[in-house]
Every structure is written in C-alpha cells, then in structure tokens.
C-alpha cells in the first residue's frame, strides 16, 4: 500500500517561504496524482493544487493561485509545494495525497473527489510573528 510521508513544515514569519515535500515511503514509485490539501483548528479540510504523474499536468485551487507551485522531481520521486508570502491565515496541518490509482491524465484538488485514496499524516505550518 502507498504510504505518503510529508516534511518541510515549521515555525515562519508572515511573508517568508516554505517549501513542503511529499515523498512515497518504502522504495514505491509515486506515479500517481498527488494533491496537496490543509486543515486548520476548527476548519474544514482546503484543498490546494495538484499535479499529475503524466505531463505534470497542475491545478489550483483559486484560492492559492499565485502564492502556491505545486512540481514534482521524477528522479527524487517527491512532489513539492512551494508556498511565498506567508500569512499567518496559511498556519495549518499540510497533508499530501495520492489517486487511488496510478497514471491519471486529470487532478482536481477538490476535497470531494473521490479519487483521493491515499493520505501522509501532515505536517505542520505555523505562521507568527
């Protein structure tokens, strides 16, 4: 079964940069779309962006667009999401997650999608002055 580990989350300023990383545990090639979604206290799950295992296919949601870049390294097989201009409204739990399915030529990091099967246990991101 994929298991999905995520890293890069810490303490930042408002205004400074993160790079999350999303990477497949145990050897497993990540050849599966993979969304990136966020749950802070007392809200409903966010989804993010998403990137697909063919072309690199992306979409955002509008919400995040401009701040957020979603890529992926086939050679490091981990997927990464970029995130500029901190605000203190972005502080939450970053979760990673992979289609049930490998190769999909679509993504929609809409959180009712139902194709979203795999999820990392999150990182966390905290943004304070």
């Known amino acids: 079964q994929l298991q999905l580990v995520e890293s890069g989350g810490g303490s930042v300023q408002p205004g400074g940069s993160l790079r999350l990383s999303c990477a497949a545990s145990g050897g497993i090639t990540l050849d599966h779309a993979i969304g990136w979604f966020r749950q802070a206290p007392g809200k409903e799950r966010e989804g993010l962006a998403c990137?697909?295992?063919?072309?690199?296919?992306?979409q955002y949601a509008d919400s995040v667009k401009g701040r957020f870049t979603i890529s992926r390294d086939y050679d490091k097989n981990t997927v990464y999401l970029q995130i500029h201009s901190l605000r203190p409204e972005d502080s939450a739990v970053y979760y990673c997650a992979a289609h049930a399915t490998p190769y999909a030529r679509t993504c929609t990091s809409a959180t009712d999608d139902g194709r979203w099967r795999f999820w990392g246990q999150g990182t966390h991101v905290a943004v304070s002055s």
């Open positions: 990137i697909t295992y063919i072309g690199s296919r992306t």
